[in-house]
């Protein structure tokens, strides 16, 4: 069950977050020229770090989402970052995905996780149905974990009972989006991508220490 008060707690804080805008910026813009790098994963090195790993993609996920404007984008980038997977095109096509296209659906911290988890754990083989399996597996893991965490994965919902006590429907008028930026929306809005980026990676590294020797 969500721990509310808790929840409630590290939104003010990233309310009152002092954002290093042009650090974020700097790594987004370095990120959209060079592209995000592969990386030969060190199963052991990232496990003897996972703390400190998922510390940051955390941080990652909440900066991203807050300069970008987009849960889906910065939960996405900062797991792909992170471990060297896909490139921006992917962060590209996830820029409808807030909300489903900000209809009152899926949180976009739950589409860019999955998509994260996608990559990790899905096959470029398109016929290659372990790999499916282990990415609908990794998604039967996080699902419940973020639900859990949170309370649910719809963004109206998350909006209501956790956020700003309310549905604030940001696109569905100018009206609404002038207050939902009045209310601090993107500061707090940042909170998900954090959660559900930490969730992600911590499924990955998890798989490394079942298989540390992959």
Request: hydrophobic share 40%; aromatic share 8%; glycine share 8%.
């Amino acid at each position: 069950m969500a721990n509310y008060s808790l929840l409630k707690k590290r939104l003010e804080e990233l309310e009152k977050r002092t954002w290093h805008v042009s650090a974020i910026e700097a790594n987004l813009k370095k990120l959209t020229q060079m592209g995000i790098q592969t990386k030969v994963l060190d199963h052991k090195e990232i496990i003897k770090r996972k703390n400190e790993i998922l510390d940051r993609v955390q941080q990652r996920a909440e900066e991203y989402e807050f300069l970008t404007h987009s849960c889906a984008k910065g939960s996405a980038l900062a797991i792909m970052e992170e471990f060297g997977l896909g490139h921006m095109e992917i962060i590209k096509a996830l820029s409808p995905f807030p909300g489903f296209g900000m209809m009152g659906y899926i949180c976009g911290a739950v589409t860019g996780s999955l998509i994260a988890l996608g990559l990790y754990f899905g096959s470029d083989n398109l016929l290659d149905y372990e790999g499916n399996g282990r990415a609908i597996s990794a998604a039967r893991q996080f699902i419940p974990r973020f639900e859990k965490e949170v309370g649910t994965i719809l963004c109206p919902k998350i909006q209501e009972d956790l956020i700003f006590g309310k549905y604030m429907d940001p696109r569905g008028s100018q009206e609404n989006f002038q207050a939902f930026q009045k209310a601090k929306g993107y500061e707090k809005c940042a909170l998900l991508p954090g959660i559900g980026a930490r969730i992600a990676a911590e499924i990955i590294i998890t798989a490394m220490e079942e298989s540390p020797s992959s």
